[in-house]
């Protein structure tokens, strides 16, 4: 039984996300990803892939499989955690298309395609054009992941992608908030942190 807490969602962008489902939220690094079980349970808790479809994964996969599938996510994560840093905190140039050139080899795996299904609407039921997806071994588990990371690429604004200021926080978002102030991962996390470290200072300091 995988007994680790729930992923933590605090990048405001999926892609960001990925890069933050390894962590140490408290004292000691958590990786979500570091075997098959525990990408199977990111991806759920992300919405990036049907339940249905985990479960036939786990059933169907071979041993081993799973596992080698999450050393490439790993692998992916951080290549990728390499790109965001290098280019965080200013507009993303049209020349780093270069620099992508392994998520499009990811994506050109894809076997997507959309079928007619039934929605509502007003509450009136209407046909819709639903995008699906093959999903005929493991290795497609990493397609959805190489979508989010390349809807992060072409529409988010790296200008606004900070590092947070934890001192040993390792977490990226992207901050929406107005003005761009946003300088932690979570205020439950390290902006209290921050605040009590602060507190201790100045009570130290008045004592002195």
């Given at each position: 039984?995988?007994?680790r807490s729930p992923a933590i969602f605090v990048g405001d962008a999926l892609g960001l996300d990925f890069l933050n489902s390894i962590a140490t939220p408290v004292d000691m690094p958590i990786d979500w990803i570091d075997d098959g079980e525990g990408l199977l349970r990111w991806l759920e808790q992300a919405g990036l892939?049907?339940?249905?479809t985990l479960e036939a994964m786990r059933a169907q996969a071979l041993p081993g499989e799973l596992d080698k599938v999450a050393d490439q996510a790993r692998h992916l994560r951080e290549?990728?955690?390499?790109?965001v840093r290098a280019h965080k905190g200013r507009p993303l140039p049209a020349n780093a298309l270069e620099e992508l050139e392994p998520l499009n080899r990811l994506l050109e795996r894809n076997e997507g395609f959309s079928r007619i299904v039934t929605g509502h609407a007003d509450g009136h039921a209407t046909l819709?054009?639903?995008p699906?997806?093959?999903w005929r071994s493991p290795d497609a588990l990493l397609l959805p992941v190489g979508e989010a990371l390349a809807q992060f690429v072409c529409t988010e604004d790296f200008s606004t992608v900070k590092a947070c200021e934890g001192p040993v926080c390792t977490?990226?978002?992207?901050?929406?908030?107005?003005?761009?102030?946003?300088?932690?991962?979570?205020?439950?996390?390290?902006?209290n942190r921050a605040k009590q470290a602060a507190h201790r200072h100045r009570l130290k300091a008045d004592h002195e």
């Open positions: 039984m995988d007994n892939a049907p339940h249905e290549w990728f955690r390499d790109f819709e054009l639903q699906m997806r093959k977490l990226l978002f992207a901050d929406h908030t107005r003005g761009h102030r946003r300088r932690w991962c979570s205020m439950a996390m390290c902006g």
